[in-house]
T-cell receptor
Framework: GNSVTQMEGPVTLSEEAFLTINCTYTATGYPSLFWYVQYPGEGLQLLLKATKADDKGSNKGFEATYRKETTSFHLEKGSVQVSDSAVYFCALSRNTGKLIFGQGTTLQVKP | EPEVTQTPSHQVTQMGQEVILRCVPISNHLYFYWYRQILGQKVEFLVSFYNNEISEKSEIFDDQFSVERPDGSNFTLKIRSTKLEDSAMYFC???????????FGQGTRLTVV
């Protein structure tokens, strides 16, 4: 079946450090891939998405590239800020629109 | 900017009671979803709804759960007889036709005591 696996958290970084959160997926066909972010006490917000192989999604300095050969969609940011502290969810969707989420990775950025 | 709204933000109920969680999806969206997130765990799909009927449901969505779109704007999730393990954050989401992006509400935190 379809599934998403994310790296275990929490990830603790200093401000301006480089961030990578790994995400790999298992799916039949060609899913769309997403990163959602959940700030403390808030709901889920779409951070970025990619709908086909080799697409790069980007938003607010975050990037992720849809790698079909490695079935991965790793999230990266060159310089994190304290305000980026949140839980990050990788997710996939097939043509039904149902989202399958990874377990989430907590990011803590310290000043 | 249009958004999905959910009410209430927090609901406390006694075990065995019925609860109704309410959602107002974005007005031109046609696909509606409920997800739940037990504290500290992943977000899990419950049910999807399109054209006034359930299009897909997970094994979590048993006979205790039901969804309804009673009018042109609301989308509700009912739990008939709540159990302690139903305590979770419940998220509503909606999606436009032809779009891959689902928009989520802020969630309703359900606490069953």
């Amino acid at each position: 079946g379809n599934s998403v696996t994310q790296m275990e958290g929490p990830v603790t970084l200093s401000e301006e450090a480089f961030l990578t959160i790994n995400c790999t997926y298992t799916a039949t066909g060609y899913p769309s891939l997403f990163w959602y972010v959940q700030y403390p006490g808030e709901g889920l917000q779409l951070l970025l998405k990619a709908t086909k192989a080799d697409d790069k999604g980007s938003n607010k300095g975050f990037e992720a590239t849809y790698r079909k050969e490695t079935t991965s969609f790793h999230l990266e940011k060159g310089s994190v800020q304290v305000s980026d502290s949140a839980v990050y969810f990788c997710a996939l969707s097939r043509n039904t629109g149902k989202l399958i989420f990874g377990q989430g990775t907590t990011l803590q950025v310290k000043p | 900017e249009p958004e999905v709204t959910q009410t209430p933000s927090h609901q406390v109920t006694q075990m065995g009671q019925e609860v109704i969680l309410r959602c107002v999806p974005i007005s031109n969206h046609l696909y509606f979803y409920w997800y739940r997130q037990i504290l500290g765990q992943k977000v899990e799909f419950l049910v999807s709804f399109y054209n006034n009927e359930i299009s897909e449901k997970s094994e979590i969505f048993d006979d205790q759960f039901s969804v309804e779109r009673p009018d042109g704007s609301n989308f509700t999730l009912k739990i008939r007889s709540t159990k302690l393990e139903d305590s979770a954050m419940y998220f509503c989401a909606s999606r436009a036709d032809g779009n891959t992006e689902a928009f989520f509400g802020q969630g309703t935190r359900l606490t069953v005591v």
